[in-house]
């Protein structure tokens, strides 16, 4: 049984950082496309940054580019979201998916690609 768990979550002031970390379980491969997605309120789920675990490819959107970077740790299963000069438009929940199907991340990025969710964490950020 796959179980994806997210921490890190929180309320900051905009310019602060925050760290979002996601511990896997139960994958039955080492090598997996792991992303972040987020949500706020009234639009749609957005991928924000995806891995292939164990290297390779890596995808970040636009609007966070220089300030949020995906990492991993192969031997933890986990994977890292670090955000930082965060602005009050990156308030959403953020989730952690995993892409089983397609483990260089060559599946796209749209939620339906992913079939794995964590139960997702809160990022506030105030101006």
């Known amino acids: 049984q796959v179980q994806l768990v997210e921490s890190g979550g929180g309320s900051v002031q905009a310019g602060g950082s925050l760290r979002l970390s996601c511990a896997a379980s139960g994958l039955l491969y080492r090598r997996n496309c792991m992303a972040w997605f987020r949500q706020a309120p009234g639009k749609e789920r957005e991928a924000v940054a995806a891995i292939s675990t164990g290297g390779g490819s890596i995808y970040i959107v636009d609007s966070v580019k220089g300030r949020f970077t995906i990492s991993q740790i192969n031997a933890k299963n986990t994977v890292y979201l670090q955000m930082n000069d965060l602005k009050p438009e990156d308030t959403a929940i953020y989730y952690c998916?995993?892409?089983?199907?397609?483990?260089?991340?060559?599946?796209?990025?749209?939620?339906?690609?992913?079939?794995?969710w964590g139960q997702g964490t809160q990022v506030t950020v105030s101006s």
């Open positions: 998916a995993a892409d089983v199907d397609h483990p260089y991340c060559s599946g796209g990025y749209a939620a339906r690609d992913f079939g794995y």
